[in-house]
T-cell receptor, first 114, second 116 residues
């Protein structure tokens, strides 16, 4: 069984501030982990993924995430928020070997203020 | 352009009136899946298909049917829609469903369904 918990359904940051979106996972086998972004009225777009290579993963738009097995976490960060980062972000987990079965978290809506 | 398309994008219907939401991908992907997105619940998988004529239930299959007669198409059928099926629906596809190698899922733009 696999699951994902995203802490904080809404996060607000000022433009230029650090973005930190939290994700903790549970998986009975080594996981694949993902962050997806959903802009208003659009589908989901893959931001980055962890597939058992480097634990620090860099994605698009300046985002990165670090896989920490000891903490079962995969938090998403960006050093400096931009207004265009306002969106909903979903963390997802997939068990290795069943790579296409994705289990999503409940999402975190990021608001960026001036 | 490689993409997943869904039709219609918006649909308002009444309880009990059968409807079909189409999904098509032009990437020759083997795996296709349907999700519903509800506030506070994230995305939940309804059905998935590993290949033509191979479908299986996801986490919330009740009230839905699917078919996979061709590789590119994976329609979602609501035989007798009810108000609790009001939701945002996403179709997704990926190249290869297994083998220990992850293949990215590509998502369609979504279909917003309202059942009155």
């Amino acid at each position: 069984a696999q699951s994902v918990t995203q802490l904080g359904s809404h996060v607000s940051v000022s433009e230029g501030a650090l973005v930190l979106l939290r994700c903790n996972y549970s998986s009975s086998v080594p996981p694949y982990l993902f962050w997806y972004v959903q802009y208003p009225n659009q589908g989901l777009q893959l931001l980055l993924k962890y597939t058992s290579a480097a634990t620090l993963v860099k994605g698009i738009n300046g985002f990165e995430a670090e896989f920490k097995k000891s903490e079962t976490s995969f938090h998403l960060t960006k050093p400096s928020a931009h207004m265009s980062d306002a969106a909903e972000y979903f963390c997802a987990v997939s068990a290795t070997g069943t790579a296409s079965k994705l289990t999503f978290g409940t999402g975190t809506r990021l608001q960026v203020t001036l | 352009e490689a993409q997943v398309t869904q039709n219609p994008r918006y649909l308002i219907t009444v309880t009990g009136k059968k409807l079909t939401v189409t999904c098509s991908q032009n990437m020759n992907h083997e795996y296709m899946s349907w999700y519903r997105q509800d506030p506070g619940l994230g995305l939940r998988q309804i059905y998935y298909s590993m290949n033509v004529e191979v479908t299986d239930k996801g986490d919330v299959p009740e009230g839905y049917k699917v078919s996979r007669k061709e590789k590119r198409n994976f329609p979602l059928i609501l035989e007798s829609p009810s108000p609790n099926q009001t939701s945002l629906y996403f179709c997704a596809s990926s190249l290869n469903p297994s083998g220990g190698i992850y293949n990215e899922q590509f998502f369609g733009p979504g279909t917003r369904l309202t059942v009155l």
